[in-house]
């Protein structure tokens, strides 16, 4: 088989790659920037709002949607029609959003489908690496509990379900093995910087008018009324990953020393 990896520059798709690569799964990638592909791939440039020629001859694709709006989703997975396709979701596609409307788009296009509904990626405590380094993280709601997962998690539950049957029709929740605080987060990657890093709690506003320059302000305010509810309920911890990938997810800790020790 031939698998189409997307957003394989990414934080997830690299690992998908490196994933497929290892199982032997013949792999292209289709990017903005062939320079950055990774090697020993067949490379499409190209831009997923328009992937017709990527699509050609492959059986399953990974798919990647950076959006925060679902304009042009139905052009863009049409190119896929019956194959498999395996997209990286999140838990709140229940609730419409982006995330739902990609999921109706390729649910109209293949009956071979799995959805990786994460609760939030690790790796976008990133944008912390400055404000660790100096000492002190400052955010909105530092007492949001979350289930942050690693991204080699989610690449491994992809080629998974790229490969392997049984997994058509799936949604799969998937979550790190426990829920932190945002502020025991800092904490973690101060250990890994080995160095104190305290929390500094950020007024709500400020938080938004800054998201909102990377985001739009609806969708500011739709993430920060989820970060303030995890203050009281936390995001749940699934068992989809080891069921799944076969090992337990990786801690938040473990993370934190790959990125920042």
Known sequence: MT??????????????????????VATRVLVRDPAKAPEGVDVVQGDITDPARAAEGVDAVYLLWPFFAAEGIKKAVEPFKGKRIVYLSAMSADAGGVWGDVEAAVEEVTDD????????????????????RAGVVRGPYGQAKRSLVH?????????????????????????????LTQAEQARL???????????EEQPREEAKTQLALSMGEE?????????????????????DVARVSGHPART??????????
């Open 3 to 24: 698998v189409l990896v997307t957003g394989a520059t990414g934080h997830s798709g690299r690992h998908v790659v490196a994933g497929l690569k290892a199982a032997g």
């Open 113 to 132: 489908w799995t959805f990786l509904r994460v609760t939030g990626l690790a790796t976008n405590a990133l944008g912390w690496a400055e404000q660790a």
């Open 151 to 179: 991204e080699r998690d989610v690449a491994g539950m992809a080629v998974k379900a790229l490969t392997e049957d049984g997994h058509a029709k799936r949604r799969y929740l998937v979550t790190g093995p426990e829920a």
């Open 189 to 199: 990657i101060g250990e890994a910087l080995g160095k104190p890093v305290r929390w």
């Open 219 to 239: 969708f500011a305010e739709s993430a920060l009324n989820h970060w303030a509810s995890l203050v009281e309920e936390p995001e749940p911890v699934s068992p």
């Open 252 to 261: 938040f800790a473990e993370w934190a020393r790959e990125h920042f020790s």
